[in-house]
């Protein structure tokens, strides 16, 4: 369908009288949701391919968490160049091309036999592909598409993450157990590119496209010109938004954000659980389970910050998280009990429910530049997210346990919520609404 057509088809819904129809902007966030959750397979992967691969080719833990750190940098720091690129070539190109990245840095490492082959593939092909599909796609399409609705449409495409965890998490650990690493790393390869033809066929880039307001809006909104030098703007914005205060507050509390979660216990709890004895299925179950309950806690957290301050939303989801990793070496065991269970679906309401009130504090913040502010801001996060995967393969190298880390990231909490409260707020002018259809 061309964009010609879809626009007259749009005019013509438009003016059917009487005609009750949902608005475009959700079938493009459904796309989205998928997208995510397809590029998601990958992120799944890590945690349960430490053991197998340090086994089989004898590398440390700590080689192996290298890896894991270039993909989770790359993952943040292409975001904000990402967000750019979408300005200028438009959302659907680039998020096909970052698909097909994705499947072949995951299908090559089928064949790798040495550590750098590991760095290259797991590292750099797919850092910069899922990067290239990071939160910073969502906010572009949240920005684009919707006027009203903003905090929930975040919570749920923040959700399509733990819910491609939840989908793959389990095939992948029967996989591995089962048939060995690489028939997992070709799953993954398989449903990345499973997604490229709705991406192509289904997203469109703004609701110019299809002559339609963004949901919720009063006037229509012109598809603005392509933006040159999306490279140049990415870094333009950055060194406006280093000078102001609240961009190293938002940075700092993402960063301990991606420590907690991606890095910790996303990368190292199911080879912590294993050093206990717990069988590696059951390990990547109870990871799968944390994803269930990411996805309810992630969307009531975007319904929470269309109604609740963002700041005070961080520091109440920084502080609990902290006190639940303090309690966690105490709870692993060779088996699941209950605490532990009270544990995961504590932990995973709590998983990302941190980045609706980020994002609309970027919004706040920074207007039109949020989507490349919160980018970078997302660069902390897997920044965080990569020391912690890397230093926690060091001290299970040095120290034989995961203790010390999960006690430290536990204390980390607890500064990222005192950051998230001195947060100073901006005024935001109103918009104006109408009461949108469904």
Request: net charge positive; with cysteine.
């Amino acid at each position: 369908m061309t964009q010609t057509t879809d626009a007259v088809d749009a005019a013509q819904l438009s003016s059917a009288p009487g005609r009750t129809r949902i608005h475009r902007a959700w079938f493009v966030a459904a796309v989205t949701f998928v997208t995510i959750v397809g590029a998601a397979a990958f992120r799944s992967l890590p945690g349960l391919l430490i053991d197998p691969l340090h086994q089989e080719f004898h590398w440390s833990r700590g080689t192996i968490g290298a890896a894991v750190s270039i993909n989770l940098a790359l993952y943040g720091l292409t975001a904000p160049f990402a967000a750019a690129l979408m300005d200028r070539f438009g959302i659907r190109r680039v998020v096909a091309v970052a698909l097909m990245v994705i499947a072949l840095g995951s299908g090559l490492t089928v064949w790798m036999t040495a550590a750098w082959q590991l760095l290259l593939c797991w590292g750099l092909l797919v850092g910069l592909g899922s990067g290239s599909m990071a939160l910073a796609f969502a906010a572009t399409v949240t920005n684009r598409w919707f006027t009203a609705r903003k905090g929930l449409v975040t919570g749920i495409l923040t959700a399509a993450s733990a819910s491609g965890q939840l989908i793959f998490l389990p095939v992948l650990s029967w996989i591995v157990t089962e048939h060995d690493w690489r028939p997992a790393a070709v799953t993954v390869a398989l449903a990345a590119l499973a997604v490229v033809p709705f991406v192509w066929l289904l997203l469109r880039d703004h609701p110019a496209d299809v002559g339609l307001k963004p949901y919720g809006a009063s006037e229509f909104v012109p598809k603005p010109a392509p933006v040159q030098g999306a490279a140049r703007r990415a870094v333009t914005v950055l060194l406006s938004a280093v000078r102001t205060g609240p961009f190293w507050l938002l940075a700092g509390t993402f960063a301990i954000c991606g420590a907690s979660t991606n890095g910790l216990i996303q990368t190292h709890f199911v080879p912590a659980a294993h050093d206990h004895g717990m069988p590696i299925t059951a390990a990547a179950s109870l990871l799968a389970v944390i994803g269930v309950f990411d996805v309810v806690g992630t969307i009531a957290s975007g319904w929470f910050t269309d109604r609740f301050e963002p700041r005070r939303l961080l520091a109440v989801y920084y502080a609990l998280r902290g006190i639940s990793l303090l309690f966690l070496p105490m709870l692993m065991s060779s088996t699941v009990h209950p605490p532990m269970i009270f544990f995961i679906v504590f932990y995973g309401l709590d998983w990302v429910a941190t980045v609706p009130p980020t994002l609309a504090l970027c919004r706040e913040q920074y207007g039109e530049d949020s989507a490349i502010v919160f980018g970078w801001v997302l660069a902390s996060h897997q920044i965080g997210a990569a020391l912690v995967a890397f230093l926690g393969g060091v001290a299970r190298d040095a120290f034989g346990s995961y203790d010390m880390v999960w006690i430290a990231s536990g204390a980390l909490c607890a500064v990222a919520a005192m950051m998230a409260l001195v947060i100073r707020r901006r005024p935001v002018a109103p918009v104006l609404s109408v009461r949108p259809a469904v």
